[in-house]
């Protein structure tokens, strides 16, 4: 995946892809995006997620080499904050400040141990 990877402050996900940074006024944001597993009405599905979240939330491990990262103002209002182009996203979270992600109606994270996930 496109990005820079970096480490995610939350409970999911841990890790993601910063694809862009952007100043709104009430501090910086970054665009992720990361590859999930997740139950969708009980059935096994890897999709790809995107979301804003605010700068503090994210760290870039030391063994990362620094990259440039395209940087845009951002709309007061939220729901005009641009979606991934460079990446194909199947759910846009759009502004996601803290908490549990707003996935979909019938979609939950599948997380835990590898080895007491099911298989798709």
């Known amino acids: 995946m496109q990005g820079l990877y970096v480490h995610v402050k939350g409970e999911w996900p841990a890790e993601a892809f910063l694809q862009m940074w952007g100043r709104a006024t009430v501090g910086w944001y970054g ?5 999930a597993r997740v139950r969708l009405h009980g059935t096994l599905e890897r999709i790809t997620l995107a979301g804003w979240v605010p700068a503090a939330r994210l760290g870039k ?3 990362v080499p620094a990259k440039q990262i395209q ?6 209002n939220r729901l005009d904050w641009p979606a991934p182009v460079a990446v194909d996203c ?3 979270l759009g502004a996601w400040d803290d908490g549990p992600a707003r996935l ?3 979609m939950k994270p599948d997380v ?5 996930r099911e298989s798709p």
């Open 31 to 35: 665009l992720i995006a990361w590859d």
């Open 61 to 63: 491990p030391h063994y």
């Open 112 to 116: 835990g141990p590898a080895w007491r």
């Open 104 to 106: 979909p109606a019938g």
């Open 90 to 92: 199947d759910y846009f």
């Open 71 to 76: 940087r845009v103002e951002l709309a007061s």
